[in-house]
């Protein structure tokens, strides 16, 4: 595609915040017939989004960290190709896209249950405590917990929930589980017990949610979800923010209701300076990093580049399909 400077192809790179993207794939196929600029902050006000976007023809996104309704696709007349990381991204309106002729697409990305298990051996072993008492002159603060013959409650058991609950089997933990729609017989062939959701709160000793954001599953845990769980319990909450009551969450955590959380996501994202969970007690708050390991940036960013070359070229791409409830 040869172009002049002036009328060469853009593309913007969104939310890189932690400013790898280019390093992360090569570019140069892509920066031969486009001019590529990278934005590492997060706007949230539309105009302003739509402002700094309207002059691009793709769009790289990182998912779900710019949200794209109709209302800023319609405000976006140049743009012709969207790319998001992983295979779903619910902050795309894929209706308004096809309306505009807007090809949206995406790439892959590797899952693995490593933040789950980092979050909760943190709380366990009262990591940052110790690691603050140790730096401060002080050696051991309180004793943390074992794990073997704990009670670990599952909450949704696709491919990361069941990694999850096999892990806790590894460390001779009973693990049960429930959703909506699990069976006996997916229980039975992770190996775990199928509860009800009331059981499975009431009993468990880490509560860990891998649900897919919906709006049946939206609001999941609420106070009177977390008001059956024990005092000494620990939610973790590694899927999606609005899966639980955020305001709940600090009210139960904050009154001793349950002892603590791990949180990695959250309804709000960057989360905001003033917002309690950054000052939630007895907890572990890390700002969604679960999925951003060296591994998925190159599969995220080598396959925005592939997507980008594949659509100039006409080849097949990787469309996106609109999610299931």
């Known amino acids: 595609m040869a172009q002049n400077q002036t009328n060469m192809m853009r593309v913007a790179i969104l939310d890189d915040y932690l400013g790898i993207a280019l390093e992360s794939a090569d570019w140069s196929r892509v920066q031969a017939s486009a001019a590529v600029d990278v934005y590492r902050d997060n706007l949230k006000d539309q105009k302003a989004l739509a402002d700094r976007l309207s002059p691009y023809d793709v769009l790289v996104i990182m998912r779900e960290r710019t949200h794209f309704p109709r209302g800023l696709l319609e405000r976006l007349p140049k743009l012709k190709l969207l790319v998001t990381t992983s295979s779903r991204n619910r902050s795309i309106d894929l209706a308004a896209c096809a309306d505009r002729g807007v090809v949206a697409c995406h790439t892959e990305g590797g899952h693995t249950p490593t933040m789950t298990w980092a979050l909760i051996l943190a709380l366990a072993k009262r990591i940052l405590e110790e690691d603050r008492a140790t730096r401060e002159g002080h050696w051991g603060v309180r004793p943390g917990l074992g794990l073997a013959g704990r009670t670990l409650g599952v909450v949704g058991l696709g491919k ?165 409830a």
Do not use: C
């Not at 775990?192 to 709006?215: G, I, N, P, Y």
């Open 160 to 324: 990361l929930g069941s990694a999850v609950a096999r892990i806790g089997k590894a460390f001779d933990m009973r693990v049960i589980a429930w959703s909506q729609n699990l069976t006996d017989a997916r229980a039975r062939e992770v190996g775990v017990e199928r509860v009800d959701k009331d059981r499975l709160l009431r009993e468990s000793d880490f509560v860990t949610l891998h649900l897919v954001l919906s709006d049946r599953t939206r609001g999941l845990i609420g106070a009177a979800d977390m008001a059956r769980m024990k005092p000494t319990a620990y939610l973790i909450n590694t899927s999606r923010g609005p899966l639980v009551d955020e305001d709940a969450l600090a009210v139960a955590v904050n009154e001793g209701v349950i002892a603590g959380a791990g949180l990695d996501v959250f309804g709000i994202e960057p989360l905001p300076a003033d917002h309690p969970l950054r000052t939630l007690p007895n907890s572990v708050v890390t700002p969604h990093v679960g999925g951003f390991v060296q591994e998925n940036y190159r599969l995220w960013y080598g396959g925005a580049v592939e997507d980008i070359l594949a659509w100039l070229d006409g080849a097949p791409i990787r469309v996106m399909k609109e999610p299931s």
